[in-house]
Every structure is written in C-alpha cells, then in structure tokens.
C-alpha cells in the first residue's frame, strides 16, 4: 500500500506537524502593534529534565517546536530591544499541539515579562478528536488490573462486546502505536487480547491518547481509532515506587446475568516497582518497570460426563436409550445390511476394546455429581463443579533519554512480556483429565529507538527504528508422555494423547488434546519524517518501510485422530450410541499427520 501525505496550509492558517507520540508548540511573536517580529529566539526548556528545544521566527513571524515529550515546561521568548517573555508551568501532553501567540513589549532584554499557569490550550492545529490520560489521573480511577487495555473503557467511543471497538468500528481497526512503533500482532492482533496485544503497564506509562476520529497520518494502519501511548521517563531527580495488590474475591460480586454461586477459589495478586532518574545531569536519564500479574479464578461450571452404567456399557437408560447394534454380526441379507441389537442395550464386558479398558482404568473423566437430564444419548448436565485455571504474567521497561546538544536527541526503549500459564478461558474441557489443556509459554517483546535532528530553525528530521516480536508455543500438558504406546496402539508417535472422535467429528467428552503448535510475528519499522517550516507554512513529510514475517509450525495429528462407529443399523437413523462405538473399538477412520502444516507470509508495506 501506498500513501502519499502532504500537510499544507490553507487559507494563510498555518497547520503543525507533530512527530508521533510528542508534542508541539507552535505560535505567532508579534510587537506592540500587531507587526510579526522575525528572527526571533524561541526556547522550550523540560524543567523536569533540562532538556532545551530551541527554534527561531521566520519571516512570517512564524515559530515551530516540535518533537516535545510530555511534561512541565518553560518557554522564553527574547528579541534585541524588546523585554524577555518567559512563559512557566505550561503542561504538555501527548501528541497536543497548544498555540502560543507572543507580543513583546518594548524595552531591555534583560527585563522580564512573565507569565505563569497554562494557557487554555485549545487544539485550532489538528481536526481529530480523542481523549488524553495522564499517569496521575488514571491512578484515580477504579481498575483492578492495571492495564492500559482496562481504562480504555472509560474513553468516549470505545465499547467492549465481543472485543474492544471504537466509535462502532471492527474490533481488529484499532491502532495501536507504543512510542511510534506498532505493540499489536501482525495482521490478527486487537486490543484488550492478552494473547496477541503487548500488554502496556499503566505504571510504566507517561500518558496515552485515544484518536476516536482524525488521526494524523503519521499512524496510519488503521481505521477504527488510534491508541498513541508513551512511556515515562527519567528526570534530574530520582523517583521510585513500589505497588501491591490482592483480593480473594470475598467482596467481588458476580456478574448481573451470572446465575450460579461462586463457591470456588479466587486469588488475584499483582505487585509492581519503578525507578527513574538521571545518569549524567541534564544529559542522560533511565527509567525501569516491572509489574508481576497472577491470578487464580474458579468458577462453578455444569457439564456433561459419562455415567457410571455407560462406563459399564449399560446403553438402556431407564428404556429411553437408542438401540445400538453389535458390529461383530454384521451380515447381508438379500440386498440389506443388518446387524443384531445388544440385549437390553448392553454392552457385554467381554467385547470392550482394550485400548477402551485401559481409559476406562485410567479414570479419564471426572465422575458424574448427580444424575442430570437423562436423553437417549445418555444423560446431559450430570456433573457441576468448580472449574479453575491461572492466568500469569511479567513484565519488564527500560528506557534511556539521552541529549547532545538542543539540536539532538535520542532515546531507547526495550519491553519485554513473559507469559507463563494455561490457556484462558481457564476452565475449557477440564471436566476431563486428560482433555486439551495447554501449556503456553508466550514471550512478547517490544524495541524503539528514535533519533530527532533539528537542522536548522525550520527544518527538523526525525528517524526511528522499531522491533515488534511475538513467540507463542502451545504444548499439550500431555506432550511426550507417550500416551498411544500406554493405551495399546502400536507405533505411532509417542507426542500427544492420541485424539478420539465419534462419527460426528466430536469429541468424547473433551478426550484427546491434538498436538503442539509454534507461532512466531515479527515487525520490523523503519520511519524518517522531515518537518519544514516556510512562511506561514508547516509541511511534513514522512516514509515508512514495514517488513512483516509471521512463522507458523504445527504438528497438529501426530499420535493419530481415531473416529469410530459401528454402534449404528446401517442407513437407519436414530440409532447406536457414540460412546458405545468407543467402548468396542470400532474405528471407522484413521488420521495421522506427521508433518508439520506451515504458514509462512512475508510482505513489505511502504508508506509515504
């Protein structure tokens, strides 16, 4: 995809530029009598870091200061024969673009005039809407997981059914930009999905604004909303904190629609540090986070099991069973198929399969808690108890600011999210013991470094390198045990418990967990974005250069996928039984895939 992108100005309004995820402050220095002053000193001063911005007026009368990170500032304005303007307390914030005009009086330099607070700070340089959400207000607000993902949902526009959407668009439209560079997985990954979305610690993070309409076009990649985050950083002093939550549950309350009680165990727990300050004073600063995230949910499920009477191959079911058939006497007669029925729809221990002697040993299901609605499939909804499951991750921030001079800077940023825990929803087919439940070890990583130029008063040159990684294995708890070789089937592969399926394609109660997977996304950014200034004028101009991999394995039937039958009347609906089929052995089909299945895209994306 192709863009080309031209910031102009209009009717002589002059319009700003603004690098991704900073500020800016542009304005207008006139004298006493509405005359534009020209070649007029503008210095912006971080009073946090000492970090100095300085630009000039043109011959419009016109400054421009970009590339500003969020924080407390000061703004002096000075020209020969004229007193010093010095503007204090103005408070910047992620990706605004505050107008500040200037008139200077007549007199010495070396006399002040001097203003103090923030000037309203109304937006007249950008067409788009959002909202911004500083550290000291989200601590305000009432979330128990402290993500940026969670306060979201206080944002106009943003809704959270079935995924987070904005202002009604698809869930996946949702940009998402983490110091200029992408934080979601290539092609699938949305916010508020742990799984495919790098999480961002609201304690790690400056400040963030969501673009619900007219997002720059530096962004881009999206057309459902923009979320523009960046992280904190050091400052002359040092600063540190230290965070722990936990909750057992007893005061949570269950959802409006939730029916059943919540008897079981609940325990979240997360605990957290930073640190910031300088390296060399006014030069060099660090900052580091870390957030550890553990918790522990159980919740009252019903599902369905065998019985005890299917388990001994007892089919009737009080009379109300399907008739099954033995498939040991199939025979023809004339031109149909037939087979004699199982007195009293029961099994004979005799004709078990071993392989389902050796399940049945294994005590593969959990046994029924009550006798359920009985179907003439068997009985439904026969055992209710409390389905657990963690959920557990970490996460660690370091970042450097460095300034050589108050024409160029630099900073880097390394993010690293470690996945350690079962796959979520926590309570997917743990009615069974040995039932697809995974083990996901799942590392996300995240890498920017950005290096801004300013070649003279009105051009400024920006250029950022960005890394965005995401290794996800999914490993069944049963892998390499050789389950296939305990059960009694003969050389197969020895990976995962062996998948058995009735004639549906179902699975018998959630048995069997298939096999292993290794998916791997890779991003790589380059961005170089030139502001220049002319006039009236603001023009910026940028490229972007994309690569994406994505790297994905699976080994998906190694030990076998067995589908059986034989319960059945040929050609005669409504009857045989699915666990009977498994009881006797009887595979109708057989499906073994050794080979890995691969997915491999790679493509380029340019944008100008």
Not at 98 to 126: A, C, F
Not at 128 to 151: I, N
Not at 403 to 429: A, C, D, M
Request: aromatic residues 10%.
């Amino acid at each position: 995809m192709f863009r080309i992108v031209l910031v102009c100005l209009l009717f002589a309004l002059e319009l700003s530029a603004q690098s991704t995820g900073a500020a800016t402050i542009v304005g207008t220095v006139t004298d006493s009598t509405g005359a534009v002053v020209p070649g007029v000193k503008v210095t912006v001063r971080n009073l946090g870091t000492q970090f100095v911005s300085a630009g000039q007026t043109n011959s419009a009368g016109a400054y421009y200061i970009p590339n500003l990170a969020s924080g407390s500032y000061e703004v002096v304005v000075e020209a020969a024969g004229f007193k010093r303007f010095v503007q204090t307390g103005l408070i910047l914030r992620i990706n605004e673009s505050p107008r500040i005009d200037v008139q200077l009086e007549i007199g010495n330099v070396t006399e002040s005039v001097k203003v103090d607070g923030t000037p309203p700070l109304l937006e007249t340089e950008s067409a788009g809407s959002g909202q911004v959400l500083d550290g000291e207000v989200v601590e305000k607000l009432p979330v128990m997981q402290k993500f940026v993902h969670r306060v979201l949902l206080y944002m106009p526009g943003m809704t959270n059914i079935n995924g987070q959407h904005a202002v009604g668009q698809r869930q996946r439209a949702i940009g998402y930009s983490m110091d200029g560079v992408s934080g979601k997985e290539p092609a699938v990954g949305q916010l508020g999905d742990y799984q495919r979305t790098m999480i961002a610690s609201l304690d790690s993070v400056q400040e963030f604004k969501m673009w619900t309409t007219g997002s720059p076009a530096e962004f881009g990649h999206s057309a459902g909303g923009q979320l523009s985050l960046v992280f904190k950083g050091g400052t002359n002093q040092f600063h540190g904190s230290l965070e722990d939550r936990y909750t057992n549950g007893k005061l949570i309350h269950r959802a409006f629609l939730e029916q059943l009680p919540r008897t079981g165990a609940f325990a979240y727990h997360e605990w957290g540090a930073t640190a910031s300050g300088k390296i060399i004073k006014d030069k060099t600063f660090f900052f580091g986070g870390f957030q550890q995230h553990y918790e522990k949910v159980s919740e009252t499920a019903i599902v369905t099991v065998p019985s005890p009477e299917m388990l001994a191959g007892n089919f009737s079911f009080g009379g109300r069973g399907l008739p099954i058939y033995n498939p040991y006497t199939t025979r023809q007669v004339g031109s149909t198929w037939t087979r004699d029925p199982f007195p009293g729809n029961i099994i004979p221990a005799n004709l078990f399969d071993p392989v389902s002697r050796k399940l049945i040993d294994l005590k593969a299901w959990r046994p029924q808690s009550d006798p359920g609605t009985i179907q003439p499939t068997g009985p439904v909804n026969n055992l209710t108890y409390n389905a657990g499951g963690a959920y557990n991750f970490s996460r660690y921030d370091a970042k450097i600011d460095h300034q050589f001079t108050q024409n160029h800077k630099i900073f880097g940023r390394y993010s690293l999210v470690r996945h350690r825990s079962e796959e979520r929803p926590v309570r997917e087919l743990t009615e069974v013991t040995y039932g697809s439940v995974y083990v996901k070890p799942l590392d996300q990583s995240n890498i920017v470094l950005s290096d801004t130029y300013t070649m003279n008063p009105t051009t400024i040159n920006e250029m950022r390198l960005g890394f965005n990684r995401r290794v996800n294995s999914a490993v069944p708890e049963t892998f390499g045990q050789d389950w296939a070789g305990k059960l009694g089937i003969p050389n197969v592969s020895a990976e995962t418990f062996p998948d058995f399926q009735n004639s549906s394609g179902g699975r018998y109660y959630g048995l069997g967990p298939g096999g292993r997977s290794k998916d791997v996304a890779e991003d790589f950014t380059f961005q170089e974005n030139l502001t220049k200034v002319t006039g009236k004028h603001t023009l910026k101009f940028g490229y972007e250069l994309m690569r994406t991999r994505y790297n994905s394995l699976q080994a998906t039937l190694p030990s076998g996928q067995y589908r059986m039958t034989g319960t059945e009347l040929p050609f005669t609906p409504n009857t045989g039984n699915a666990f009977a089929n498994l009881l006797l052995g009887t595979v109708g089909q057989g499906i073994f895939q050794q080979n890995q299945a691969t997915w491999l895209p790679r493509w380029w994306s340019h944008a100008w």
